[in-house]
C-alpha cells in the first residue's frame, strides 16, 4: 500500500517498512513535490539568514513517521526520477514567476540540486 507523506516541505509516496506501534518506518519511492529552498522559519528570505539547500529525500530513504502524517496514495505510480524531474520543474516554474531575490537564491540552489541529482540518477535534467 502507498502513502503520501509530507516532510519538512517536500511531499513524496512512500511504502511503510516496519510499523512498530507509535512510530512508523517508511521508504520513498515517488517524489511529489521538492522542498522549497531556503531558511525555513523566515520564509522568502535572503537577507539576514541562513539560506538552506534543500535535496529532496532520496529513493529508498527511510524516515520514522506517526500513522496521522500518512495520507492514502490513490494516484498512479511514477518512477522517482520522472517524478523528482517534475517536482524539480514545477518548482523551477514557480520560481521563474517571482522577481524577487528569494527567488532568484532558491533558482541557484535548484541549479547546483541539479548537477548533484544527474550524478546521483544517472538522469539529464530538461
Known amino acids: 500500500m502507498l502513502y503520501r507523506f509530507a516532510h519538512k516541505t517536500g511531499v513524496y509516496v512512500v511504502e511503510i517498512v516496519e510499523n512498530t506501534g507509535d512510530q512508523i518506518l517508511v521508504k520513498v519511492v515517488q517524489v511529489i513535490k521538492h522542498p522549497k529552498q531556503g531558511d525555513l522559519h523566515s520564509p522568502n528570505e535572503v537577507e539576514g539568514v541562513f539560506f538552506h539547500e534543500r535535496k529532496a529525500l532520496s529513493l529508498y530513504e527511510k524516515r ?49 540540486l541539479k548537477e548533484d541529482y544527474t550524478r546521483q540518477y544517472k538522469i539529464k535534467f530538461h
Open 64 to 112: 520514522y513517521t506517526t500513522k496521522s502524517k500518512l495520507k492514502l496514495f490513490e494516484d498512479e505510480l511514477q518512477d522517482y526520477t520522472s517524478s523528482l524531474q517534475q517536482a524539480v520543474t514545477n518548482l523551477e516554474n514557480e520560481l521563474k514567476t517571482m522577481n524577487t531575490p528569494y527567488a532568484s537564491a532558491a533558482l541557484n540552489c535548484l541549479s547546483r
